[in-house]
């Protein structure tokens, strides 16, 4: 059964950096793409970034420039870098990973369980 486990979450200063992990347990064949969301509570989940296997890759306009996403194959897992922080950053944050099981076959969604990230002096 695949699952997906985030870390690299916490508290950190206004300015600051984290960089958020999502690892893919389970039998894979490849990670095919990469997505991070966040939420507010009481607010809709935001899109923030997206990378393909490939190495396209799709930034929210409010994280252009200071996110980065990254894929590792090897290591099956997927990881937002995040700089300059800004207090408005705070919220619960998801990955989606979309993994193809077996060659050829079609691939599936995963999501992560979330994990909080605050940004506070």
């Known amino acids: 059964q695949v699952q997906l486990v985030e870390s690299g979450g916490g508290l950190v200063q206004p300015g600051g950096s984290l960089r958020l992990s999502c690892a893919v347990s389970?039998?894979?064949?490849?990670?095919?793409?990469v997505n991070w969301y966040r939420q507010v509570p009481g607010e809709q989940r935001e899109f923030l970034a997206a990378?393909?296997?490939?190495?396209?890759?799709n930034y929210a306009a409010s994280v252009r420039d200071r996110f980065g996403i990254y894929i590792d194959n090897a290591e099956k897992t997927g990881s937002l870098r995040m700089d300059n922080l800004y207090p408005e950053d705070t919220a619960v944050y998801f990955c989606?990973?979309?993994?193809?099981?077996?060659?050829?076959?079609?691939?599936?969604?995963?999501w992560g369980q979330g994990i909080q990230v605050t940004v506070s002096s």
């Open positions: 389970g039998k894979i064949y490849n990670i095919v793409a």
């Open positions: 990378r393909t296997s490939g190495g396209g890759t």
């Open positions: 989606k990973v979309v993994v193809r099981k077996y060659p050829g076959r079609q691939s599936e969604d995963y």
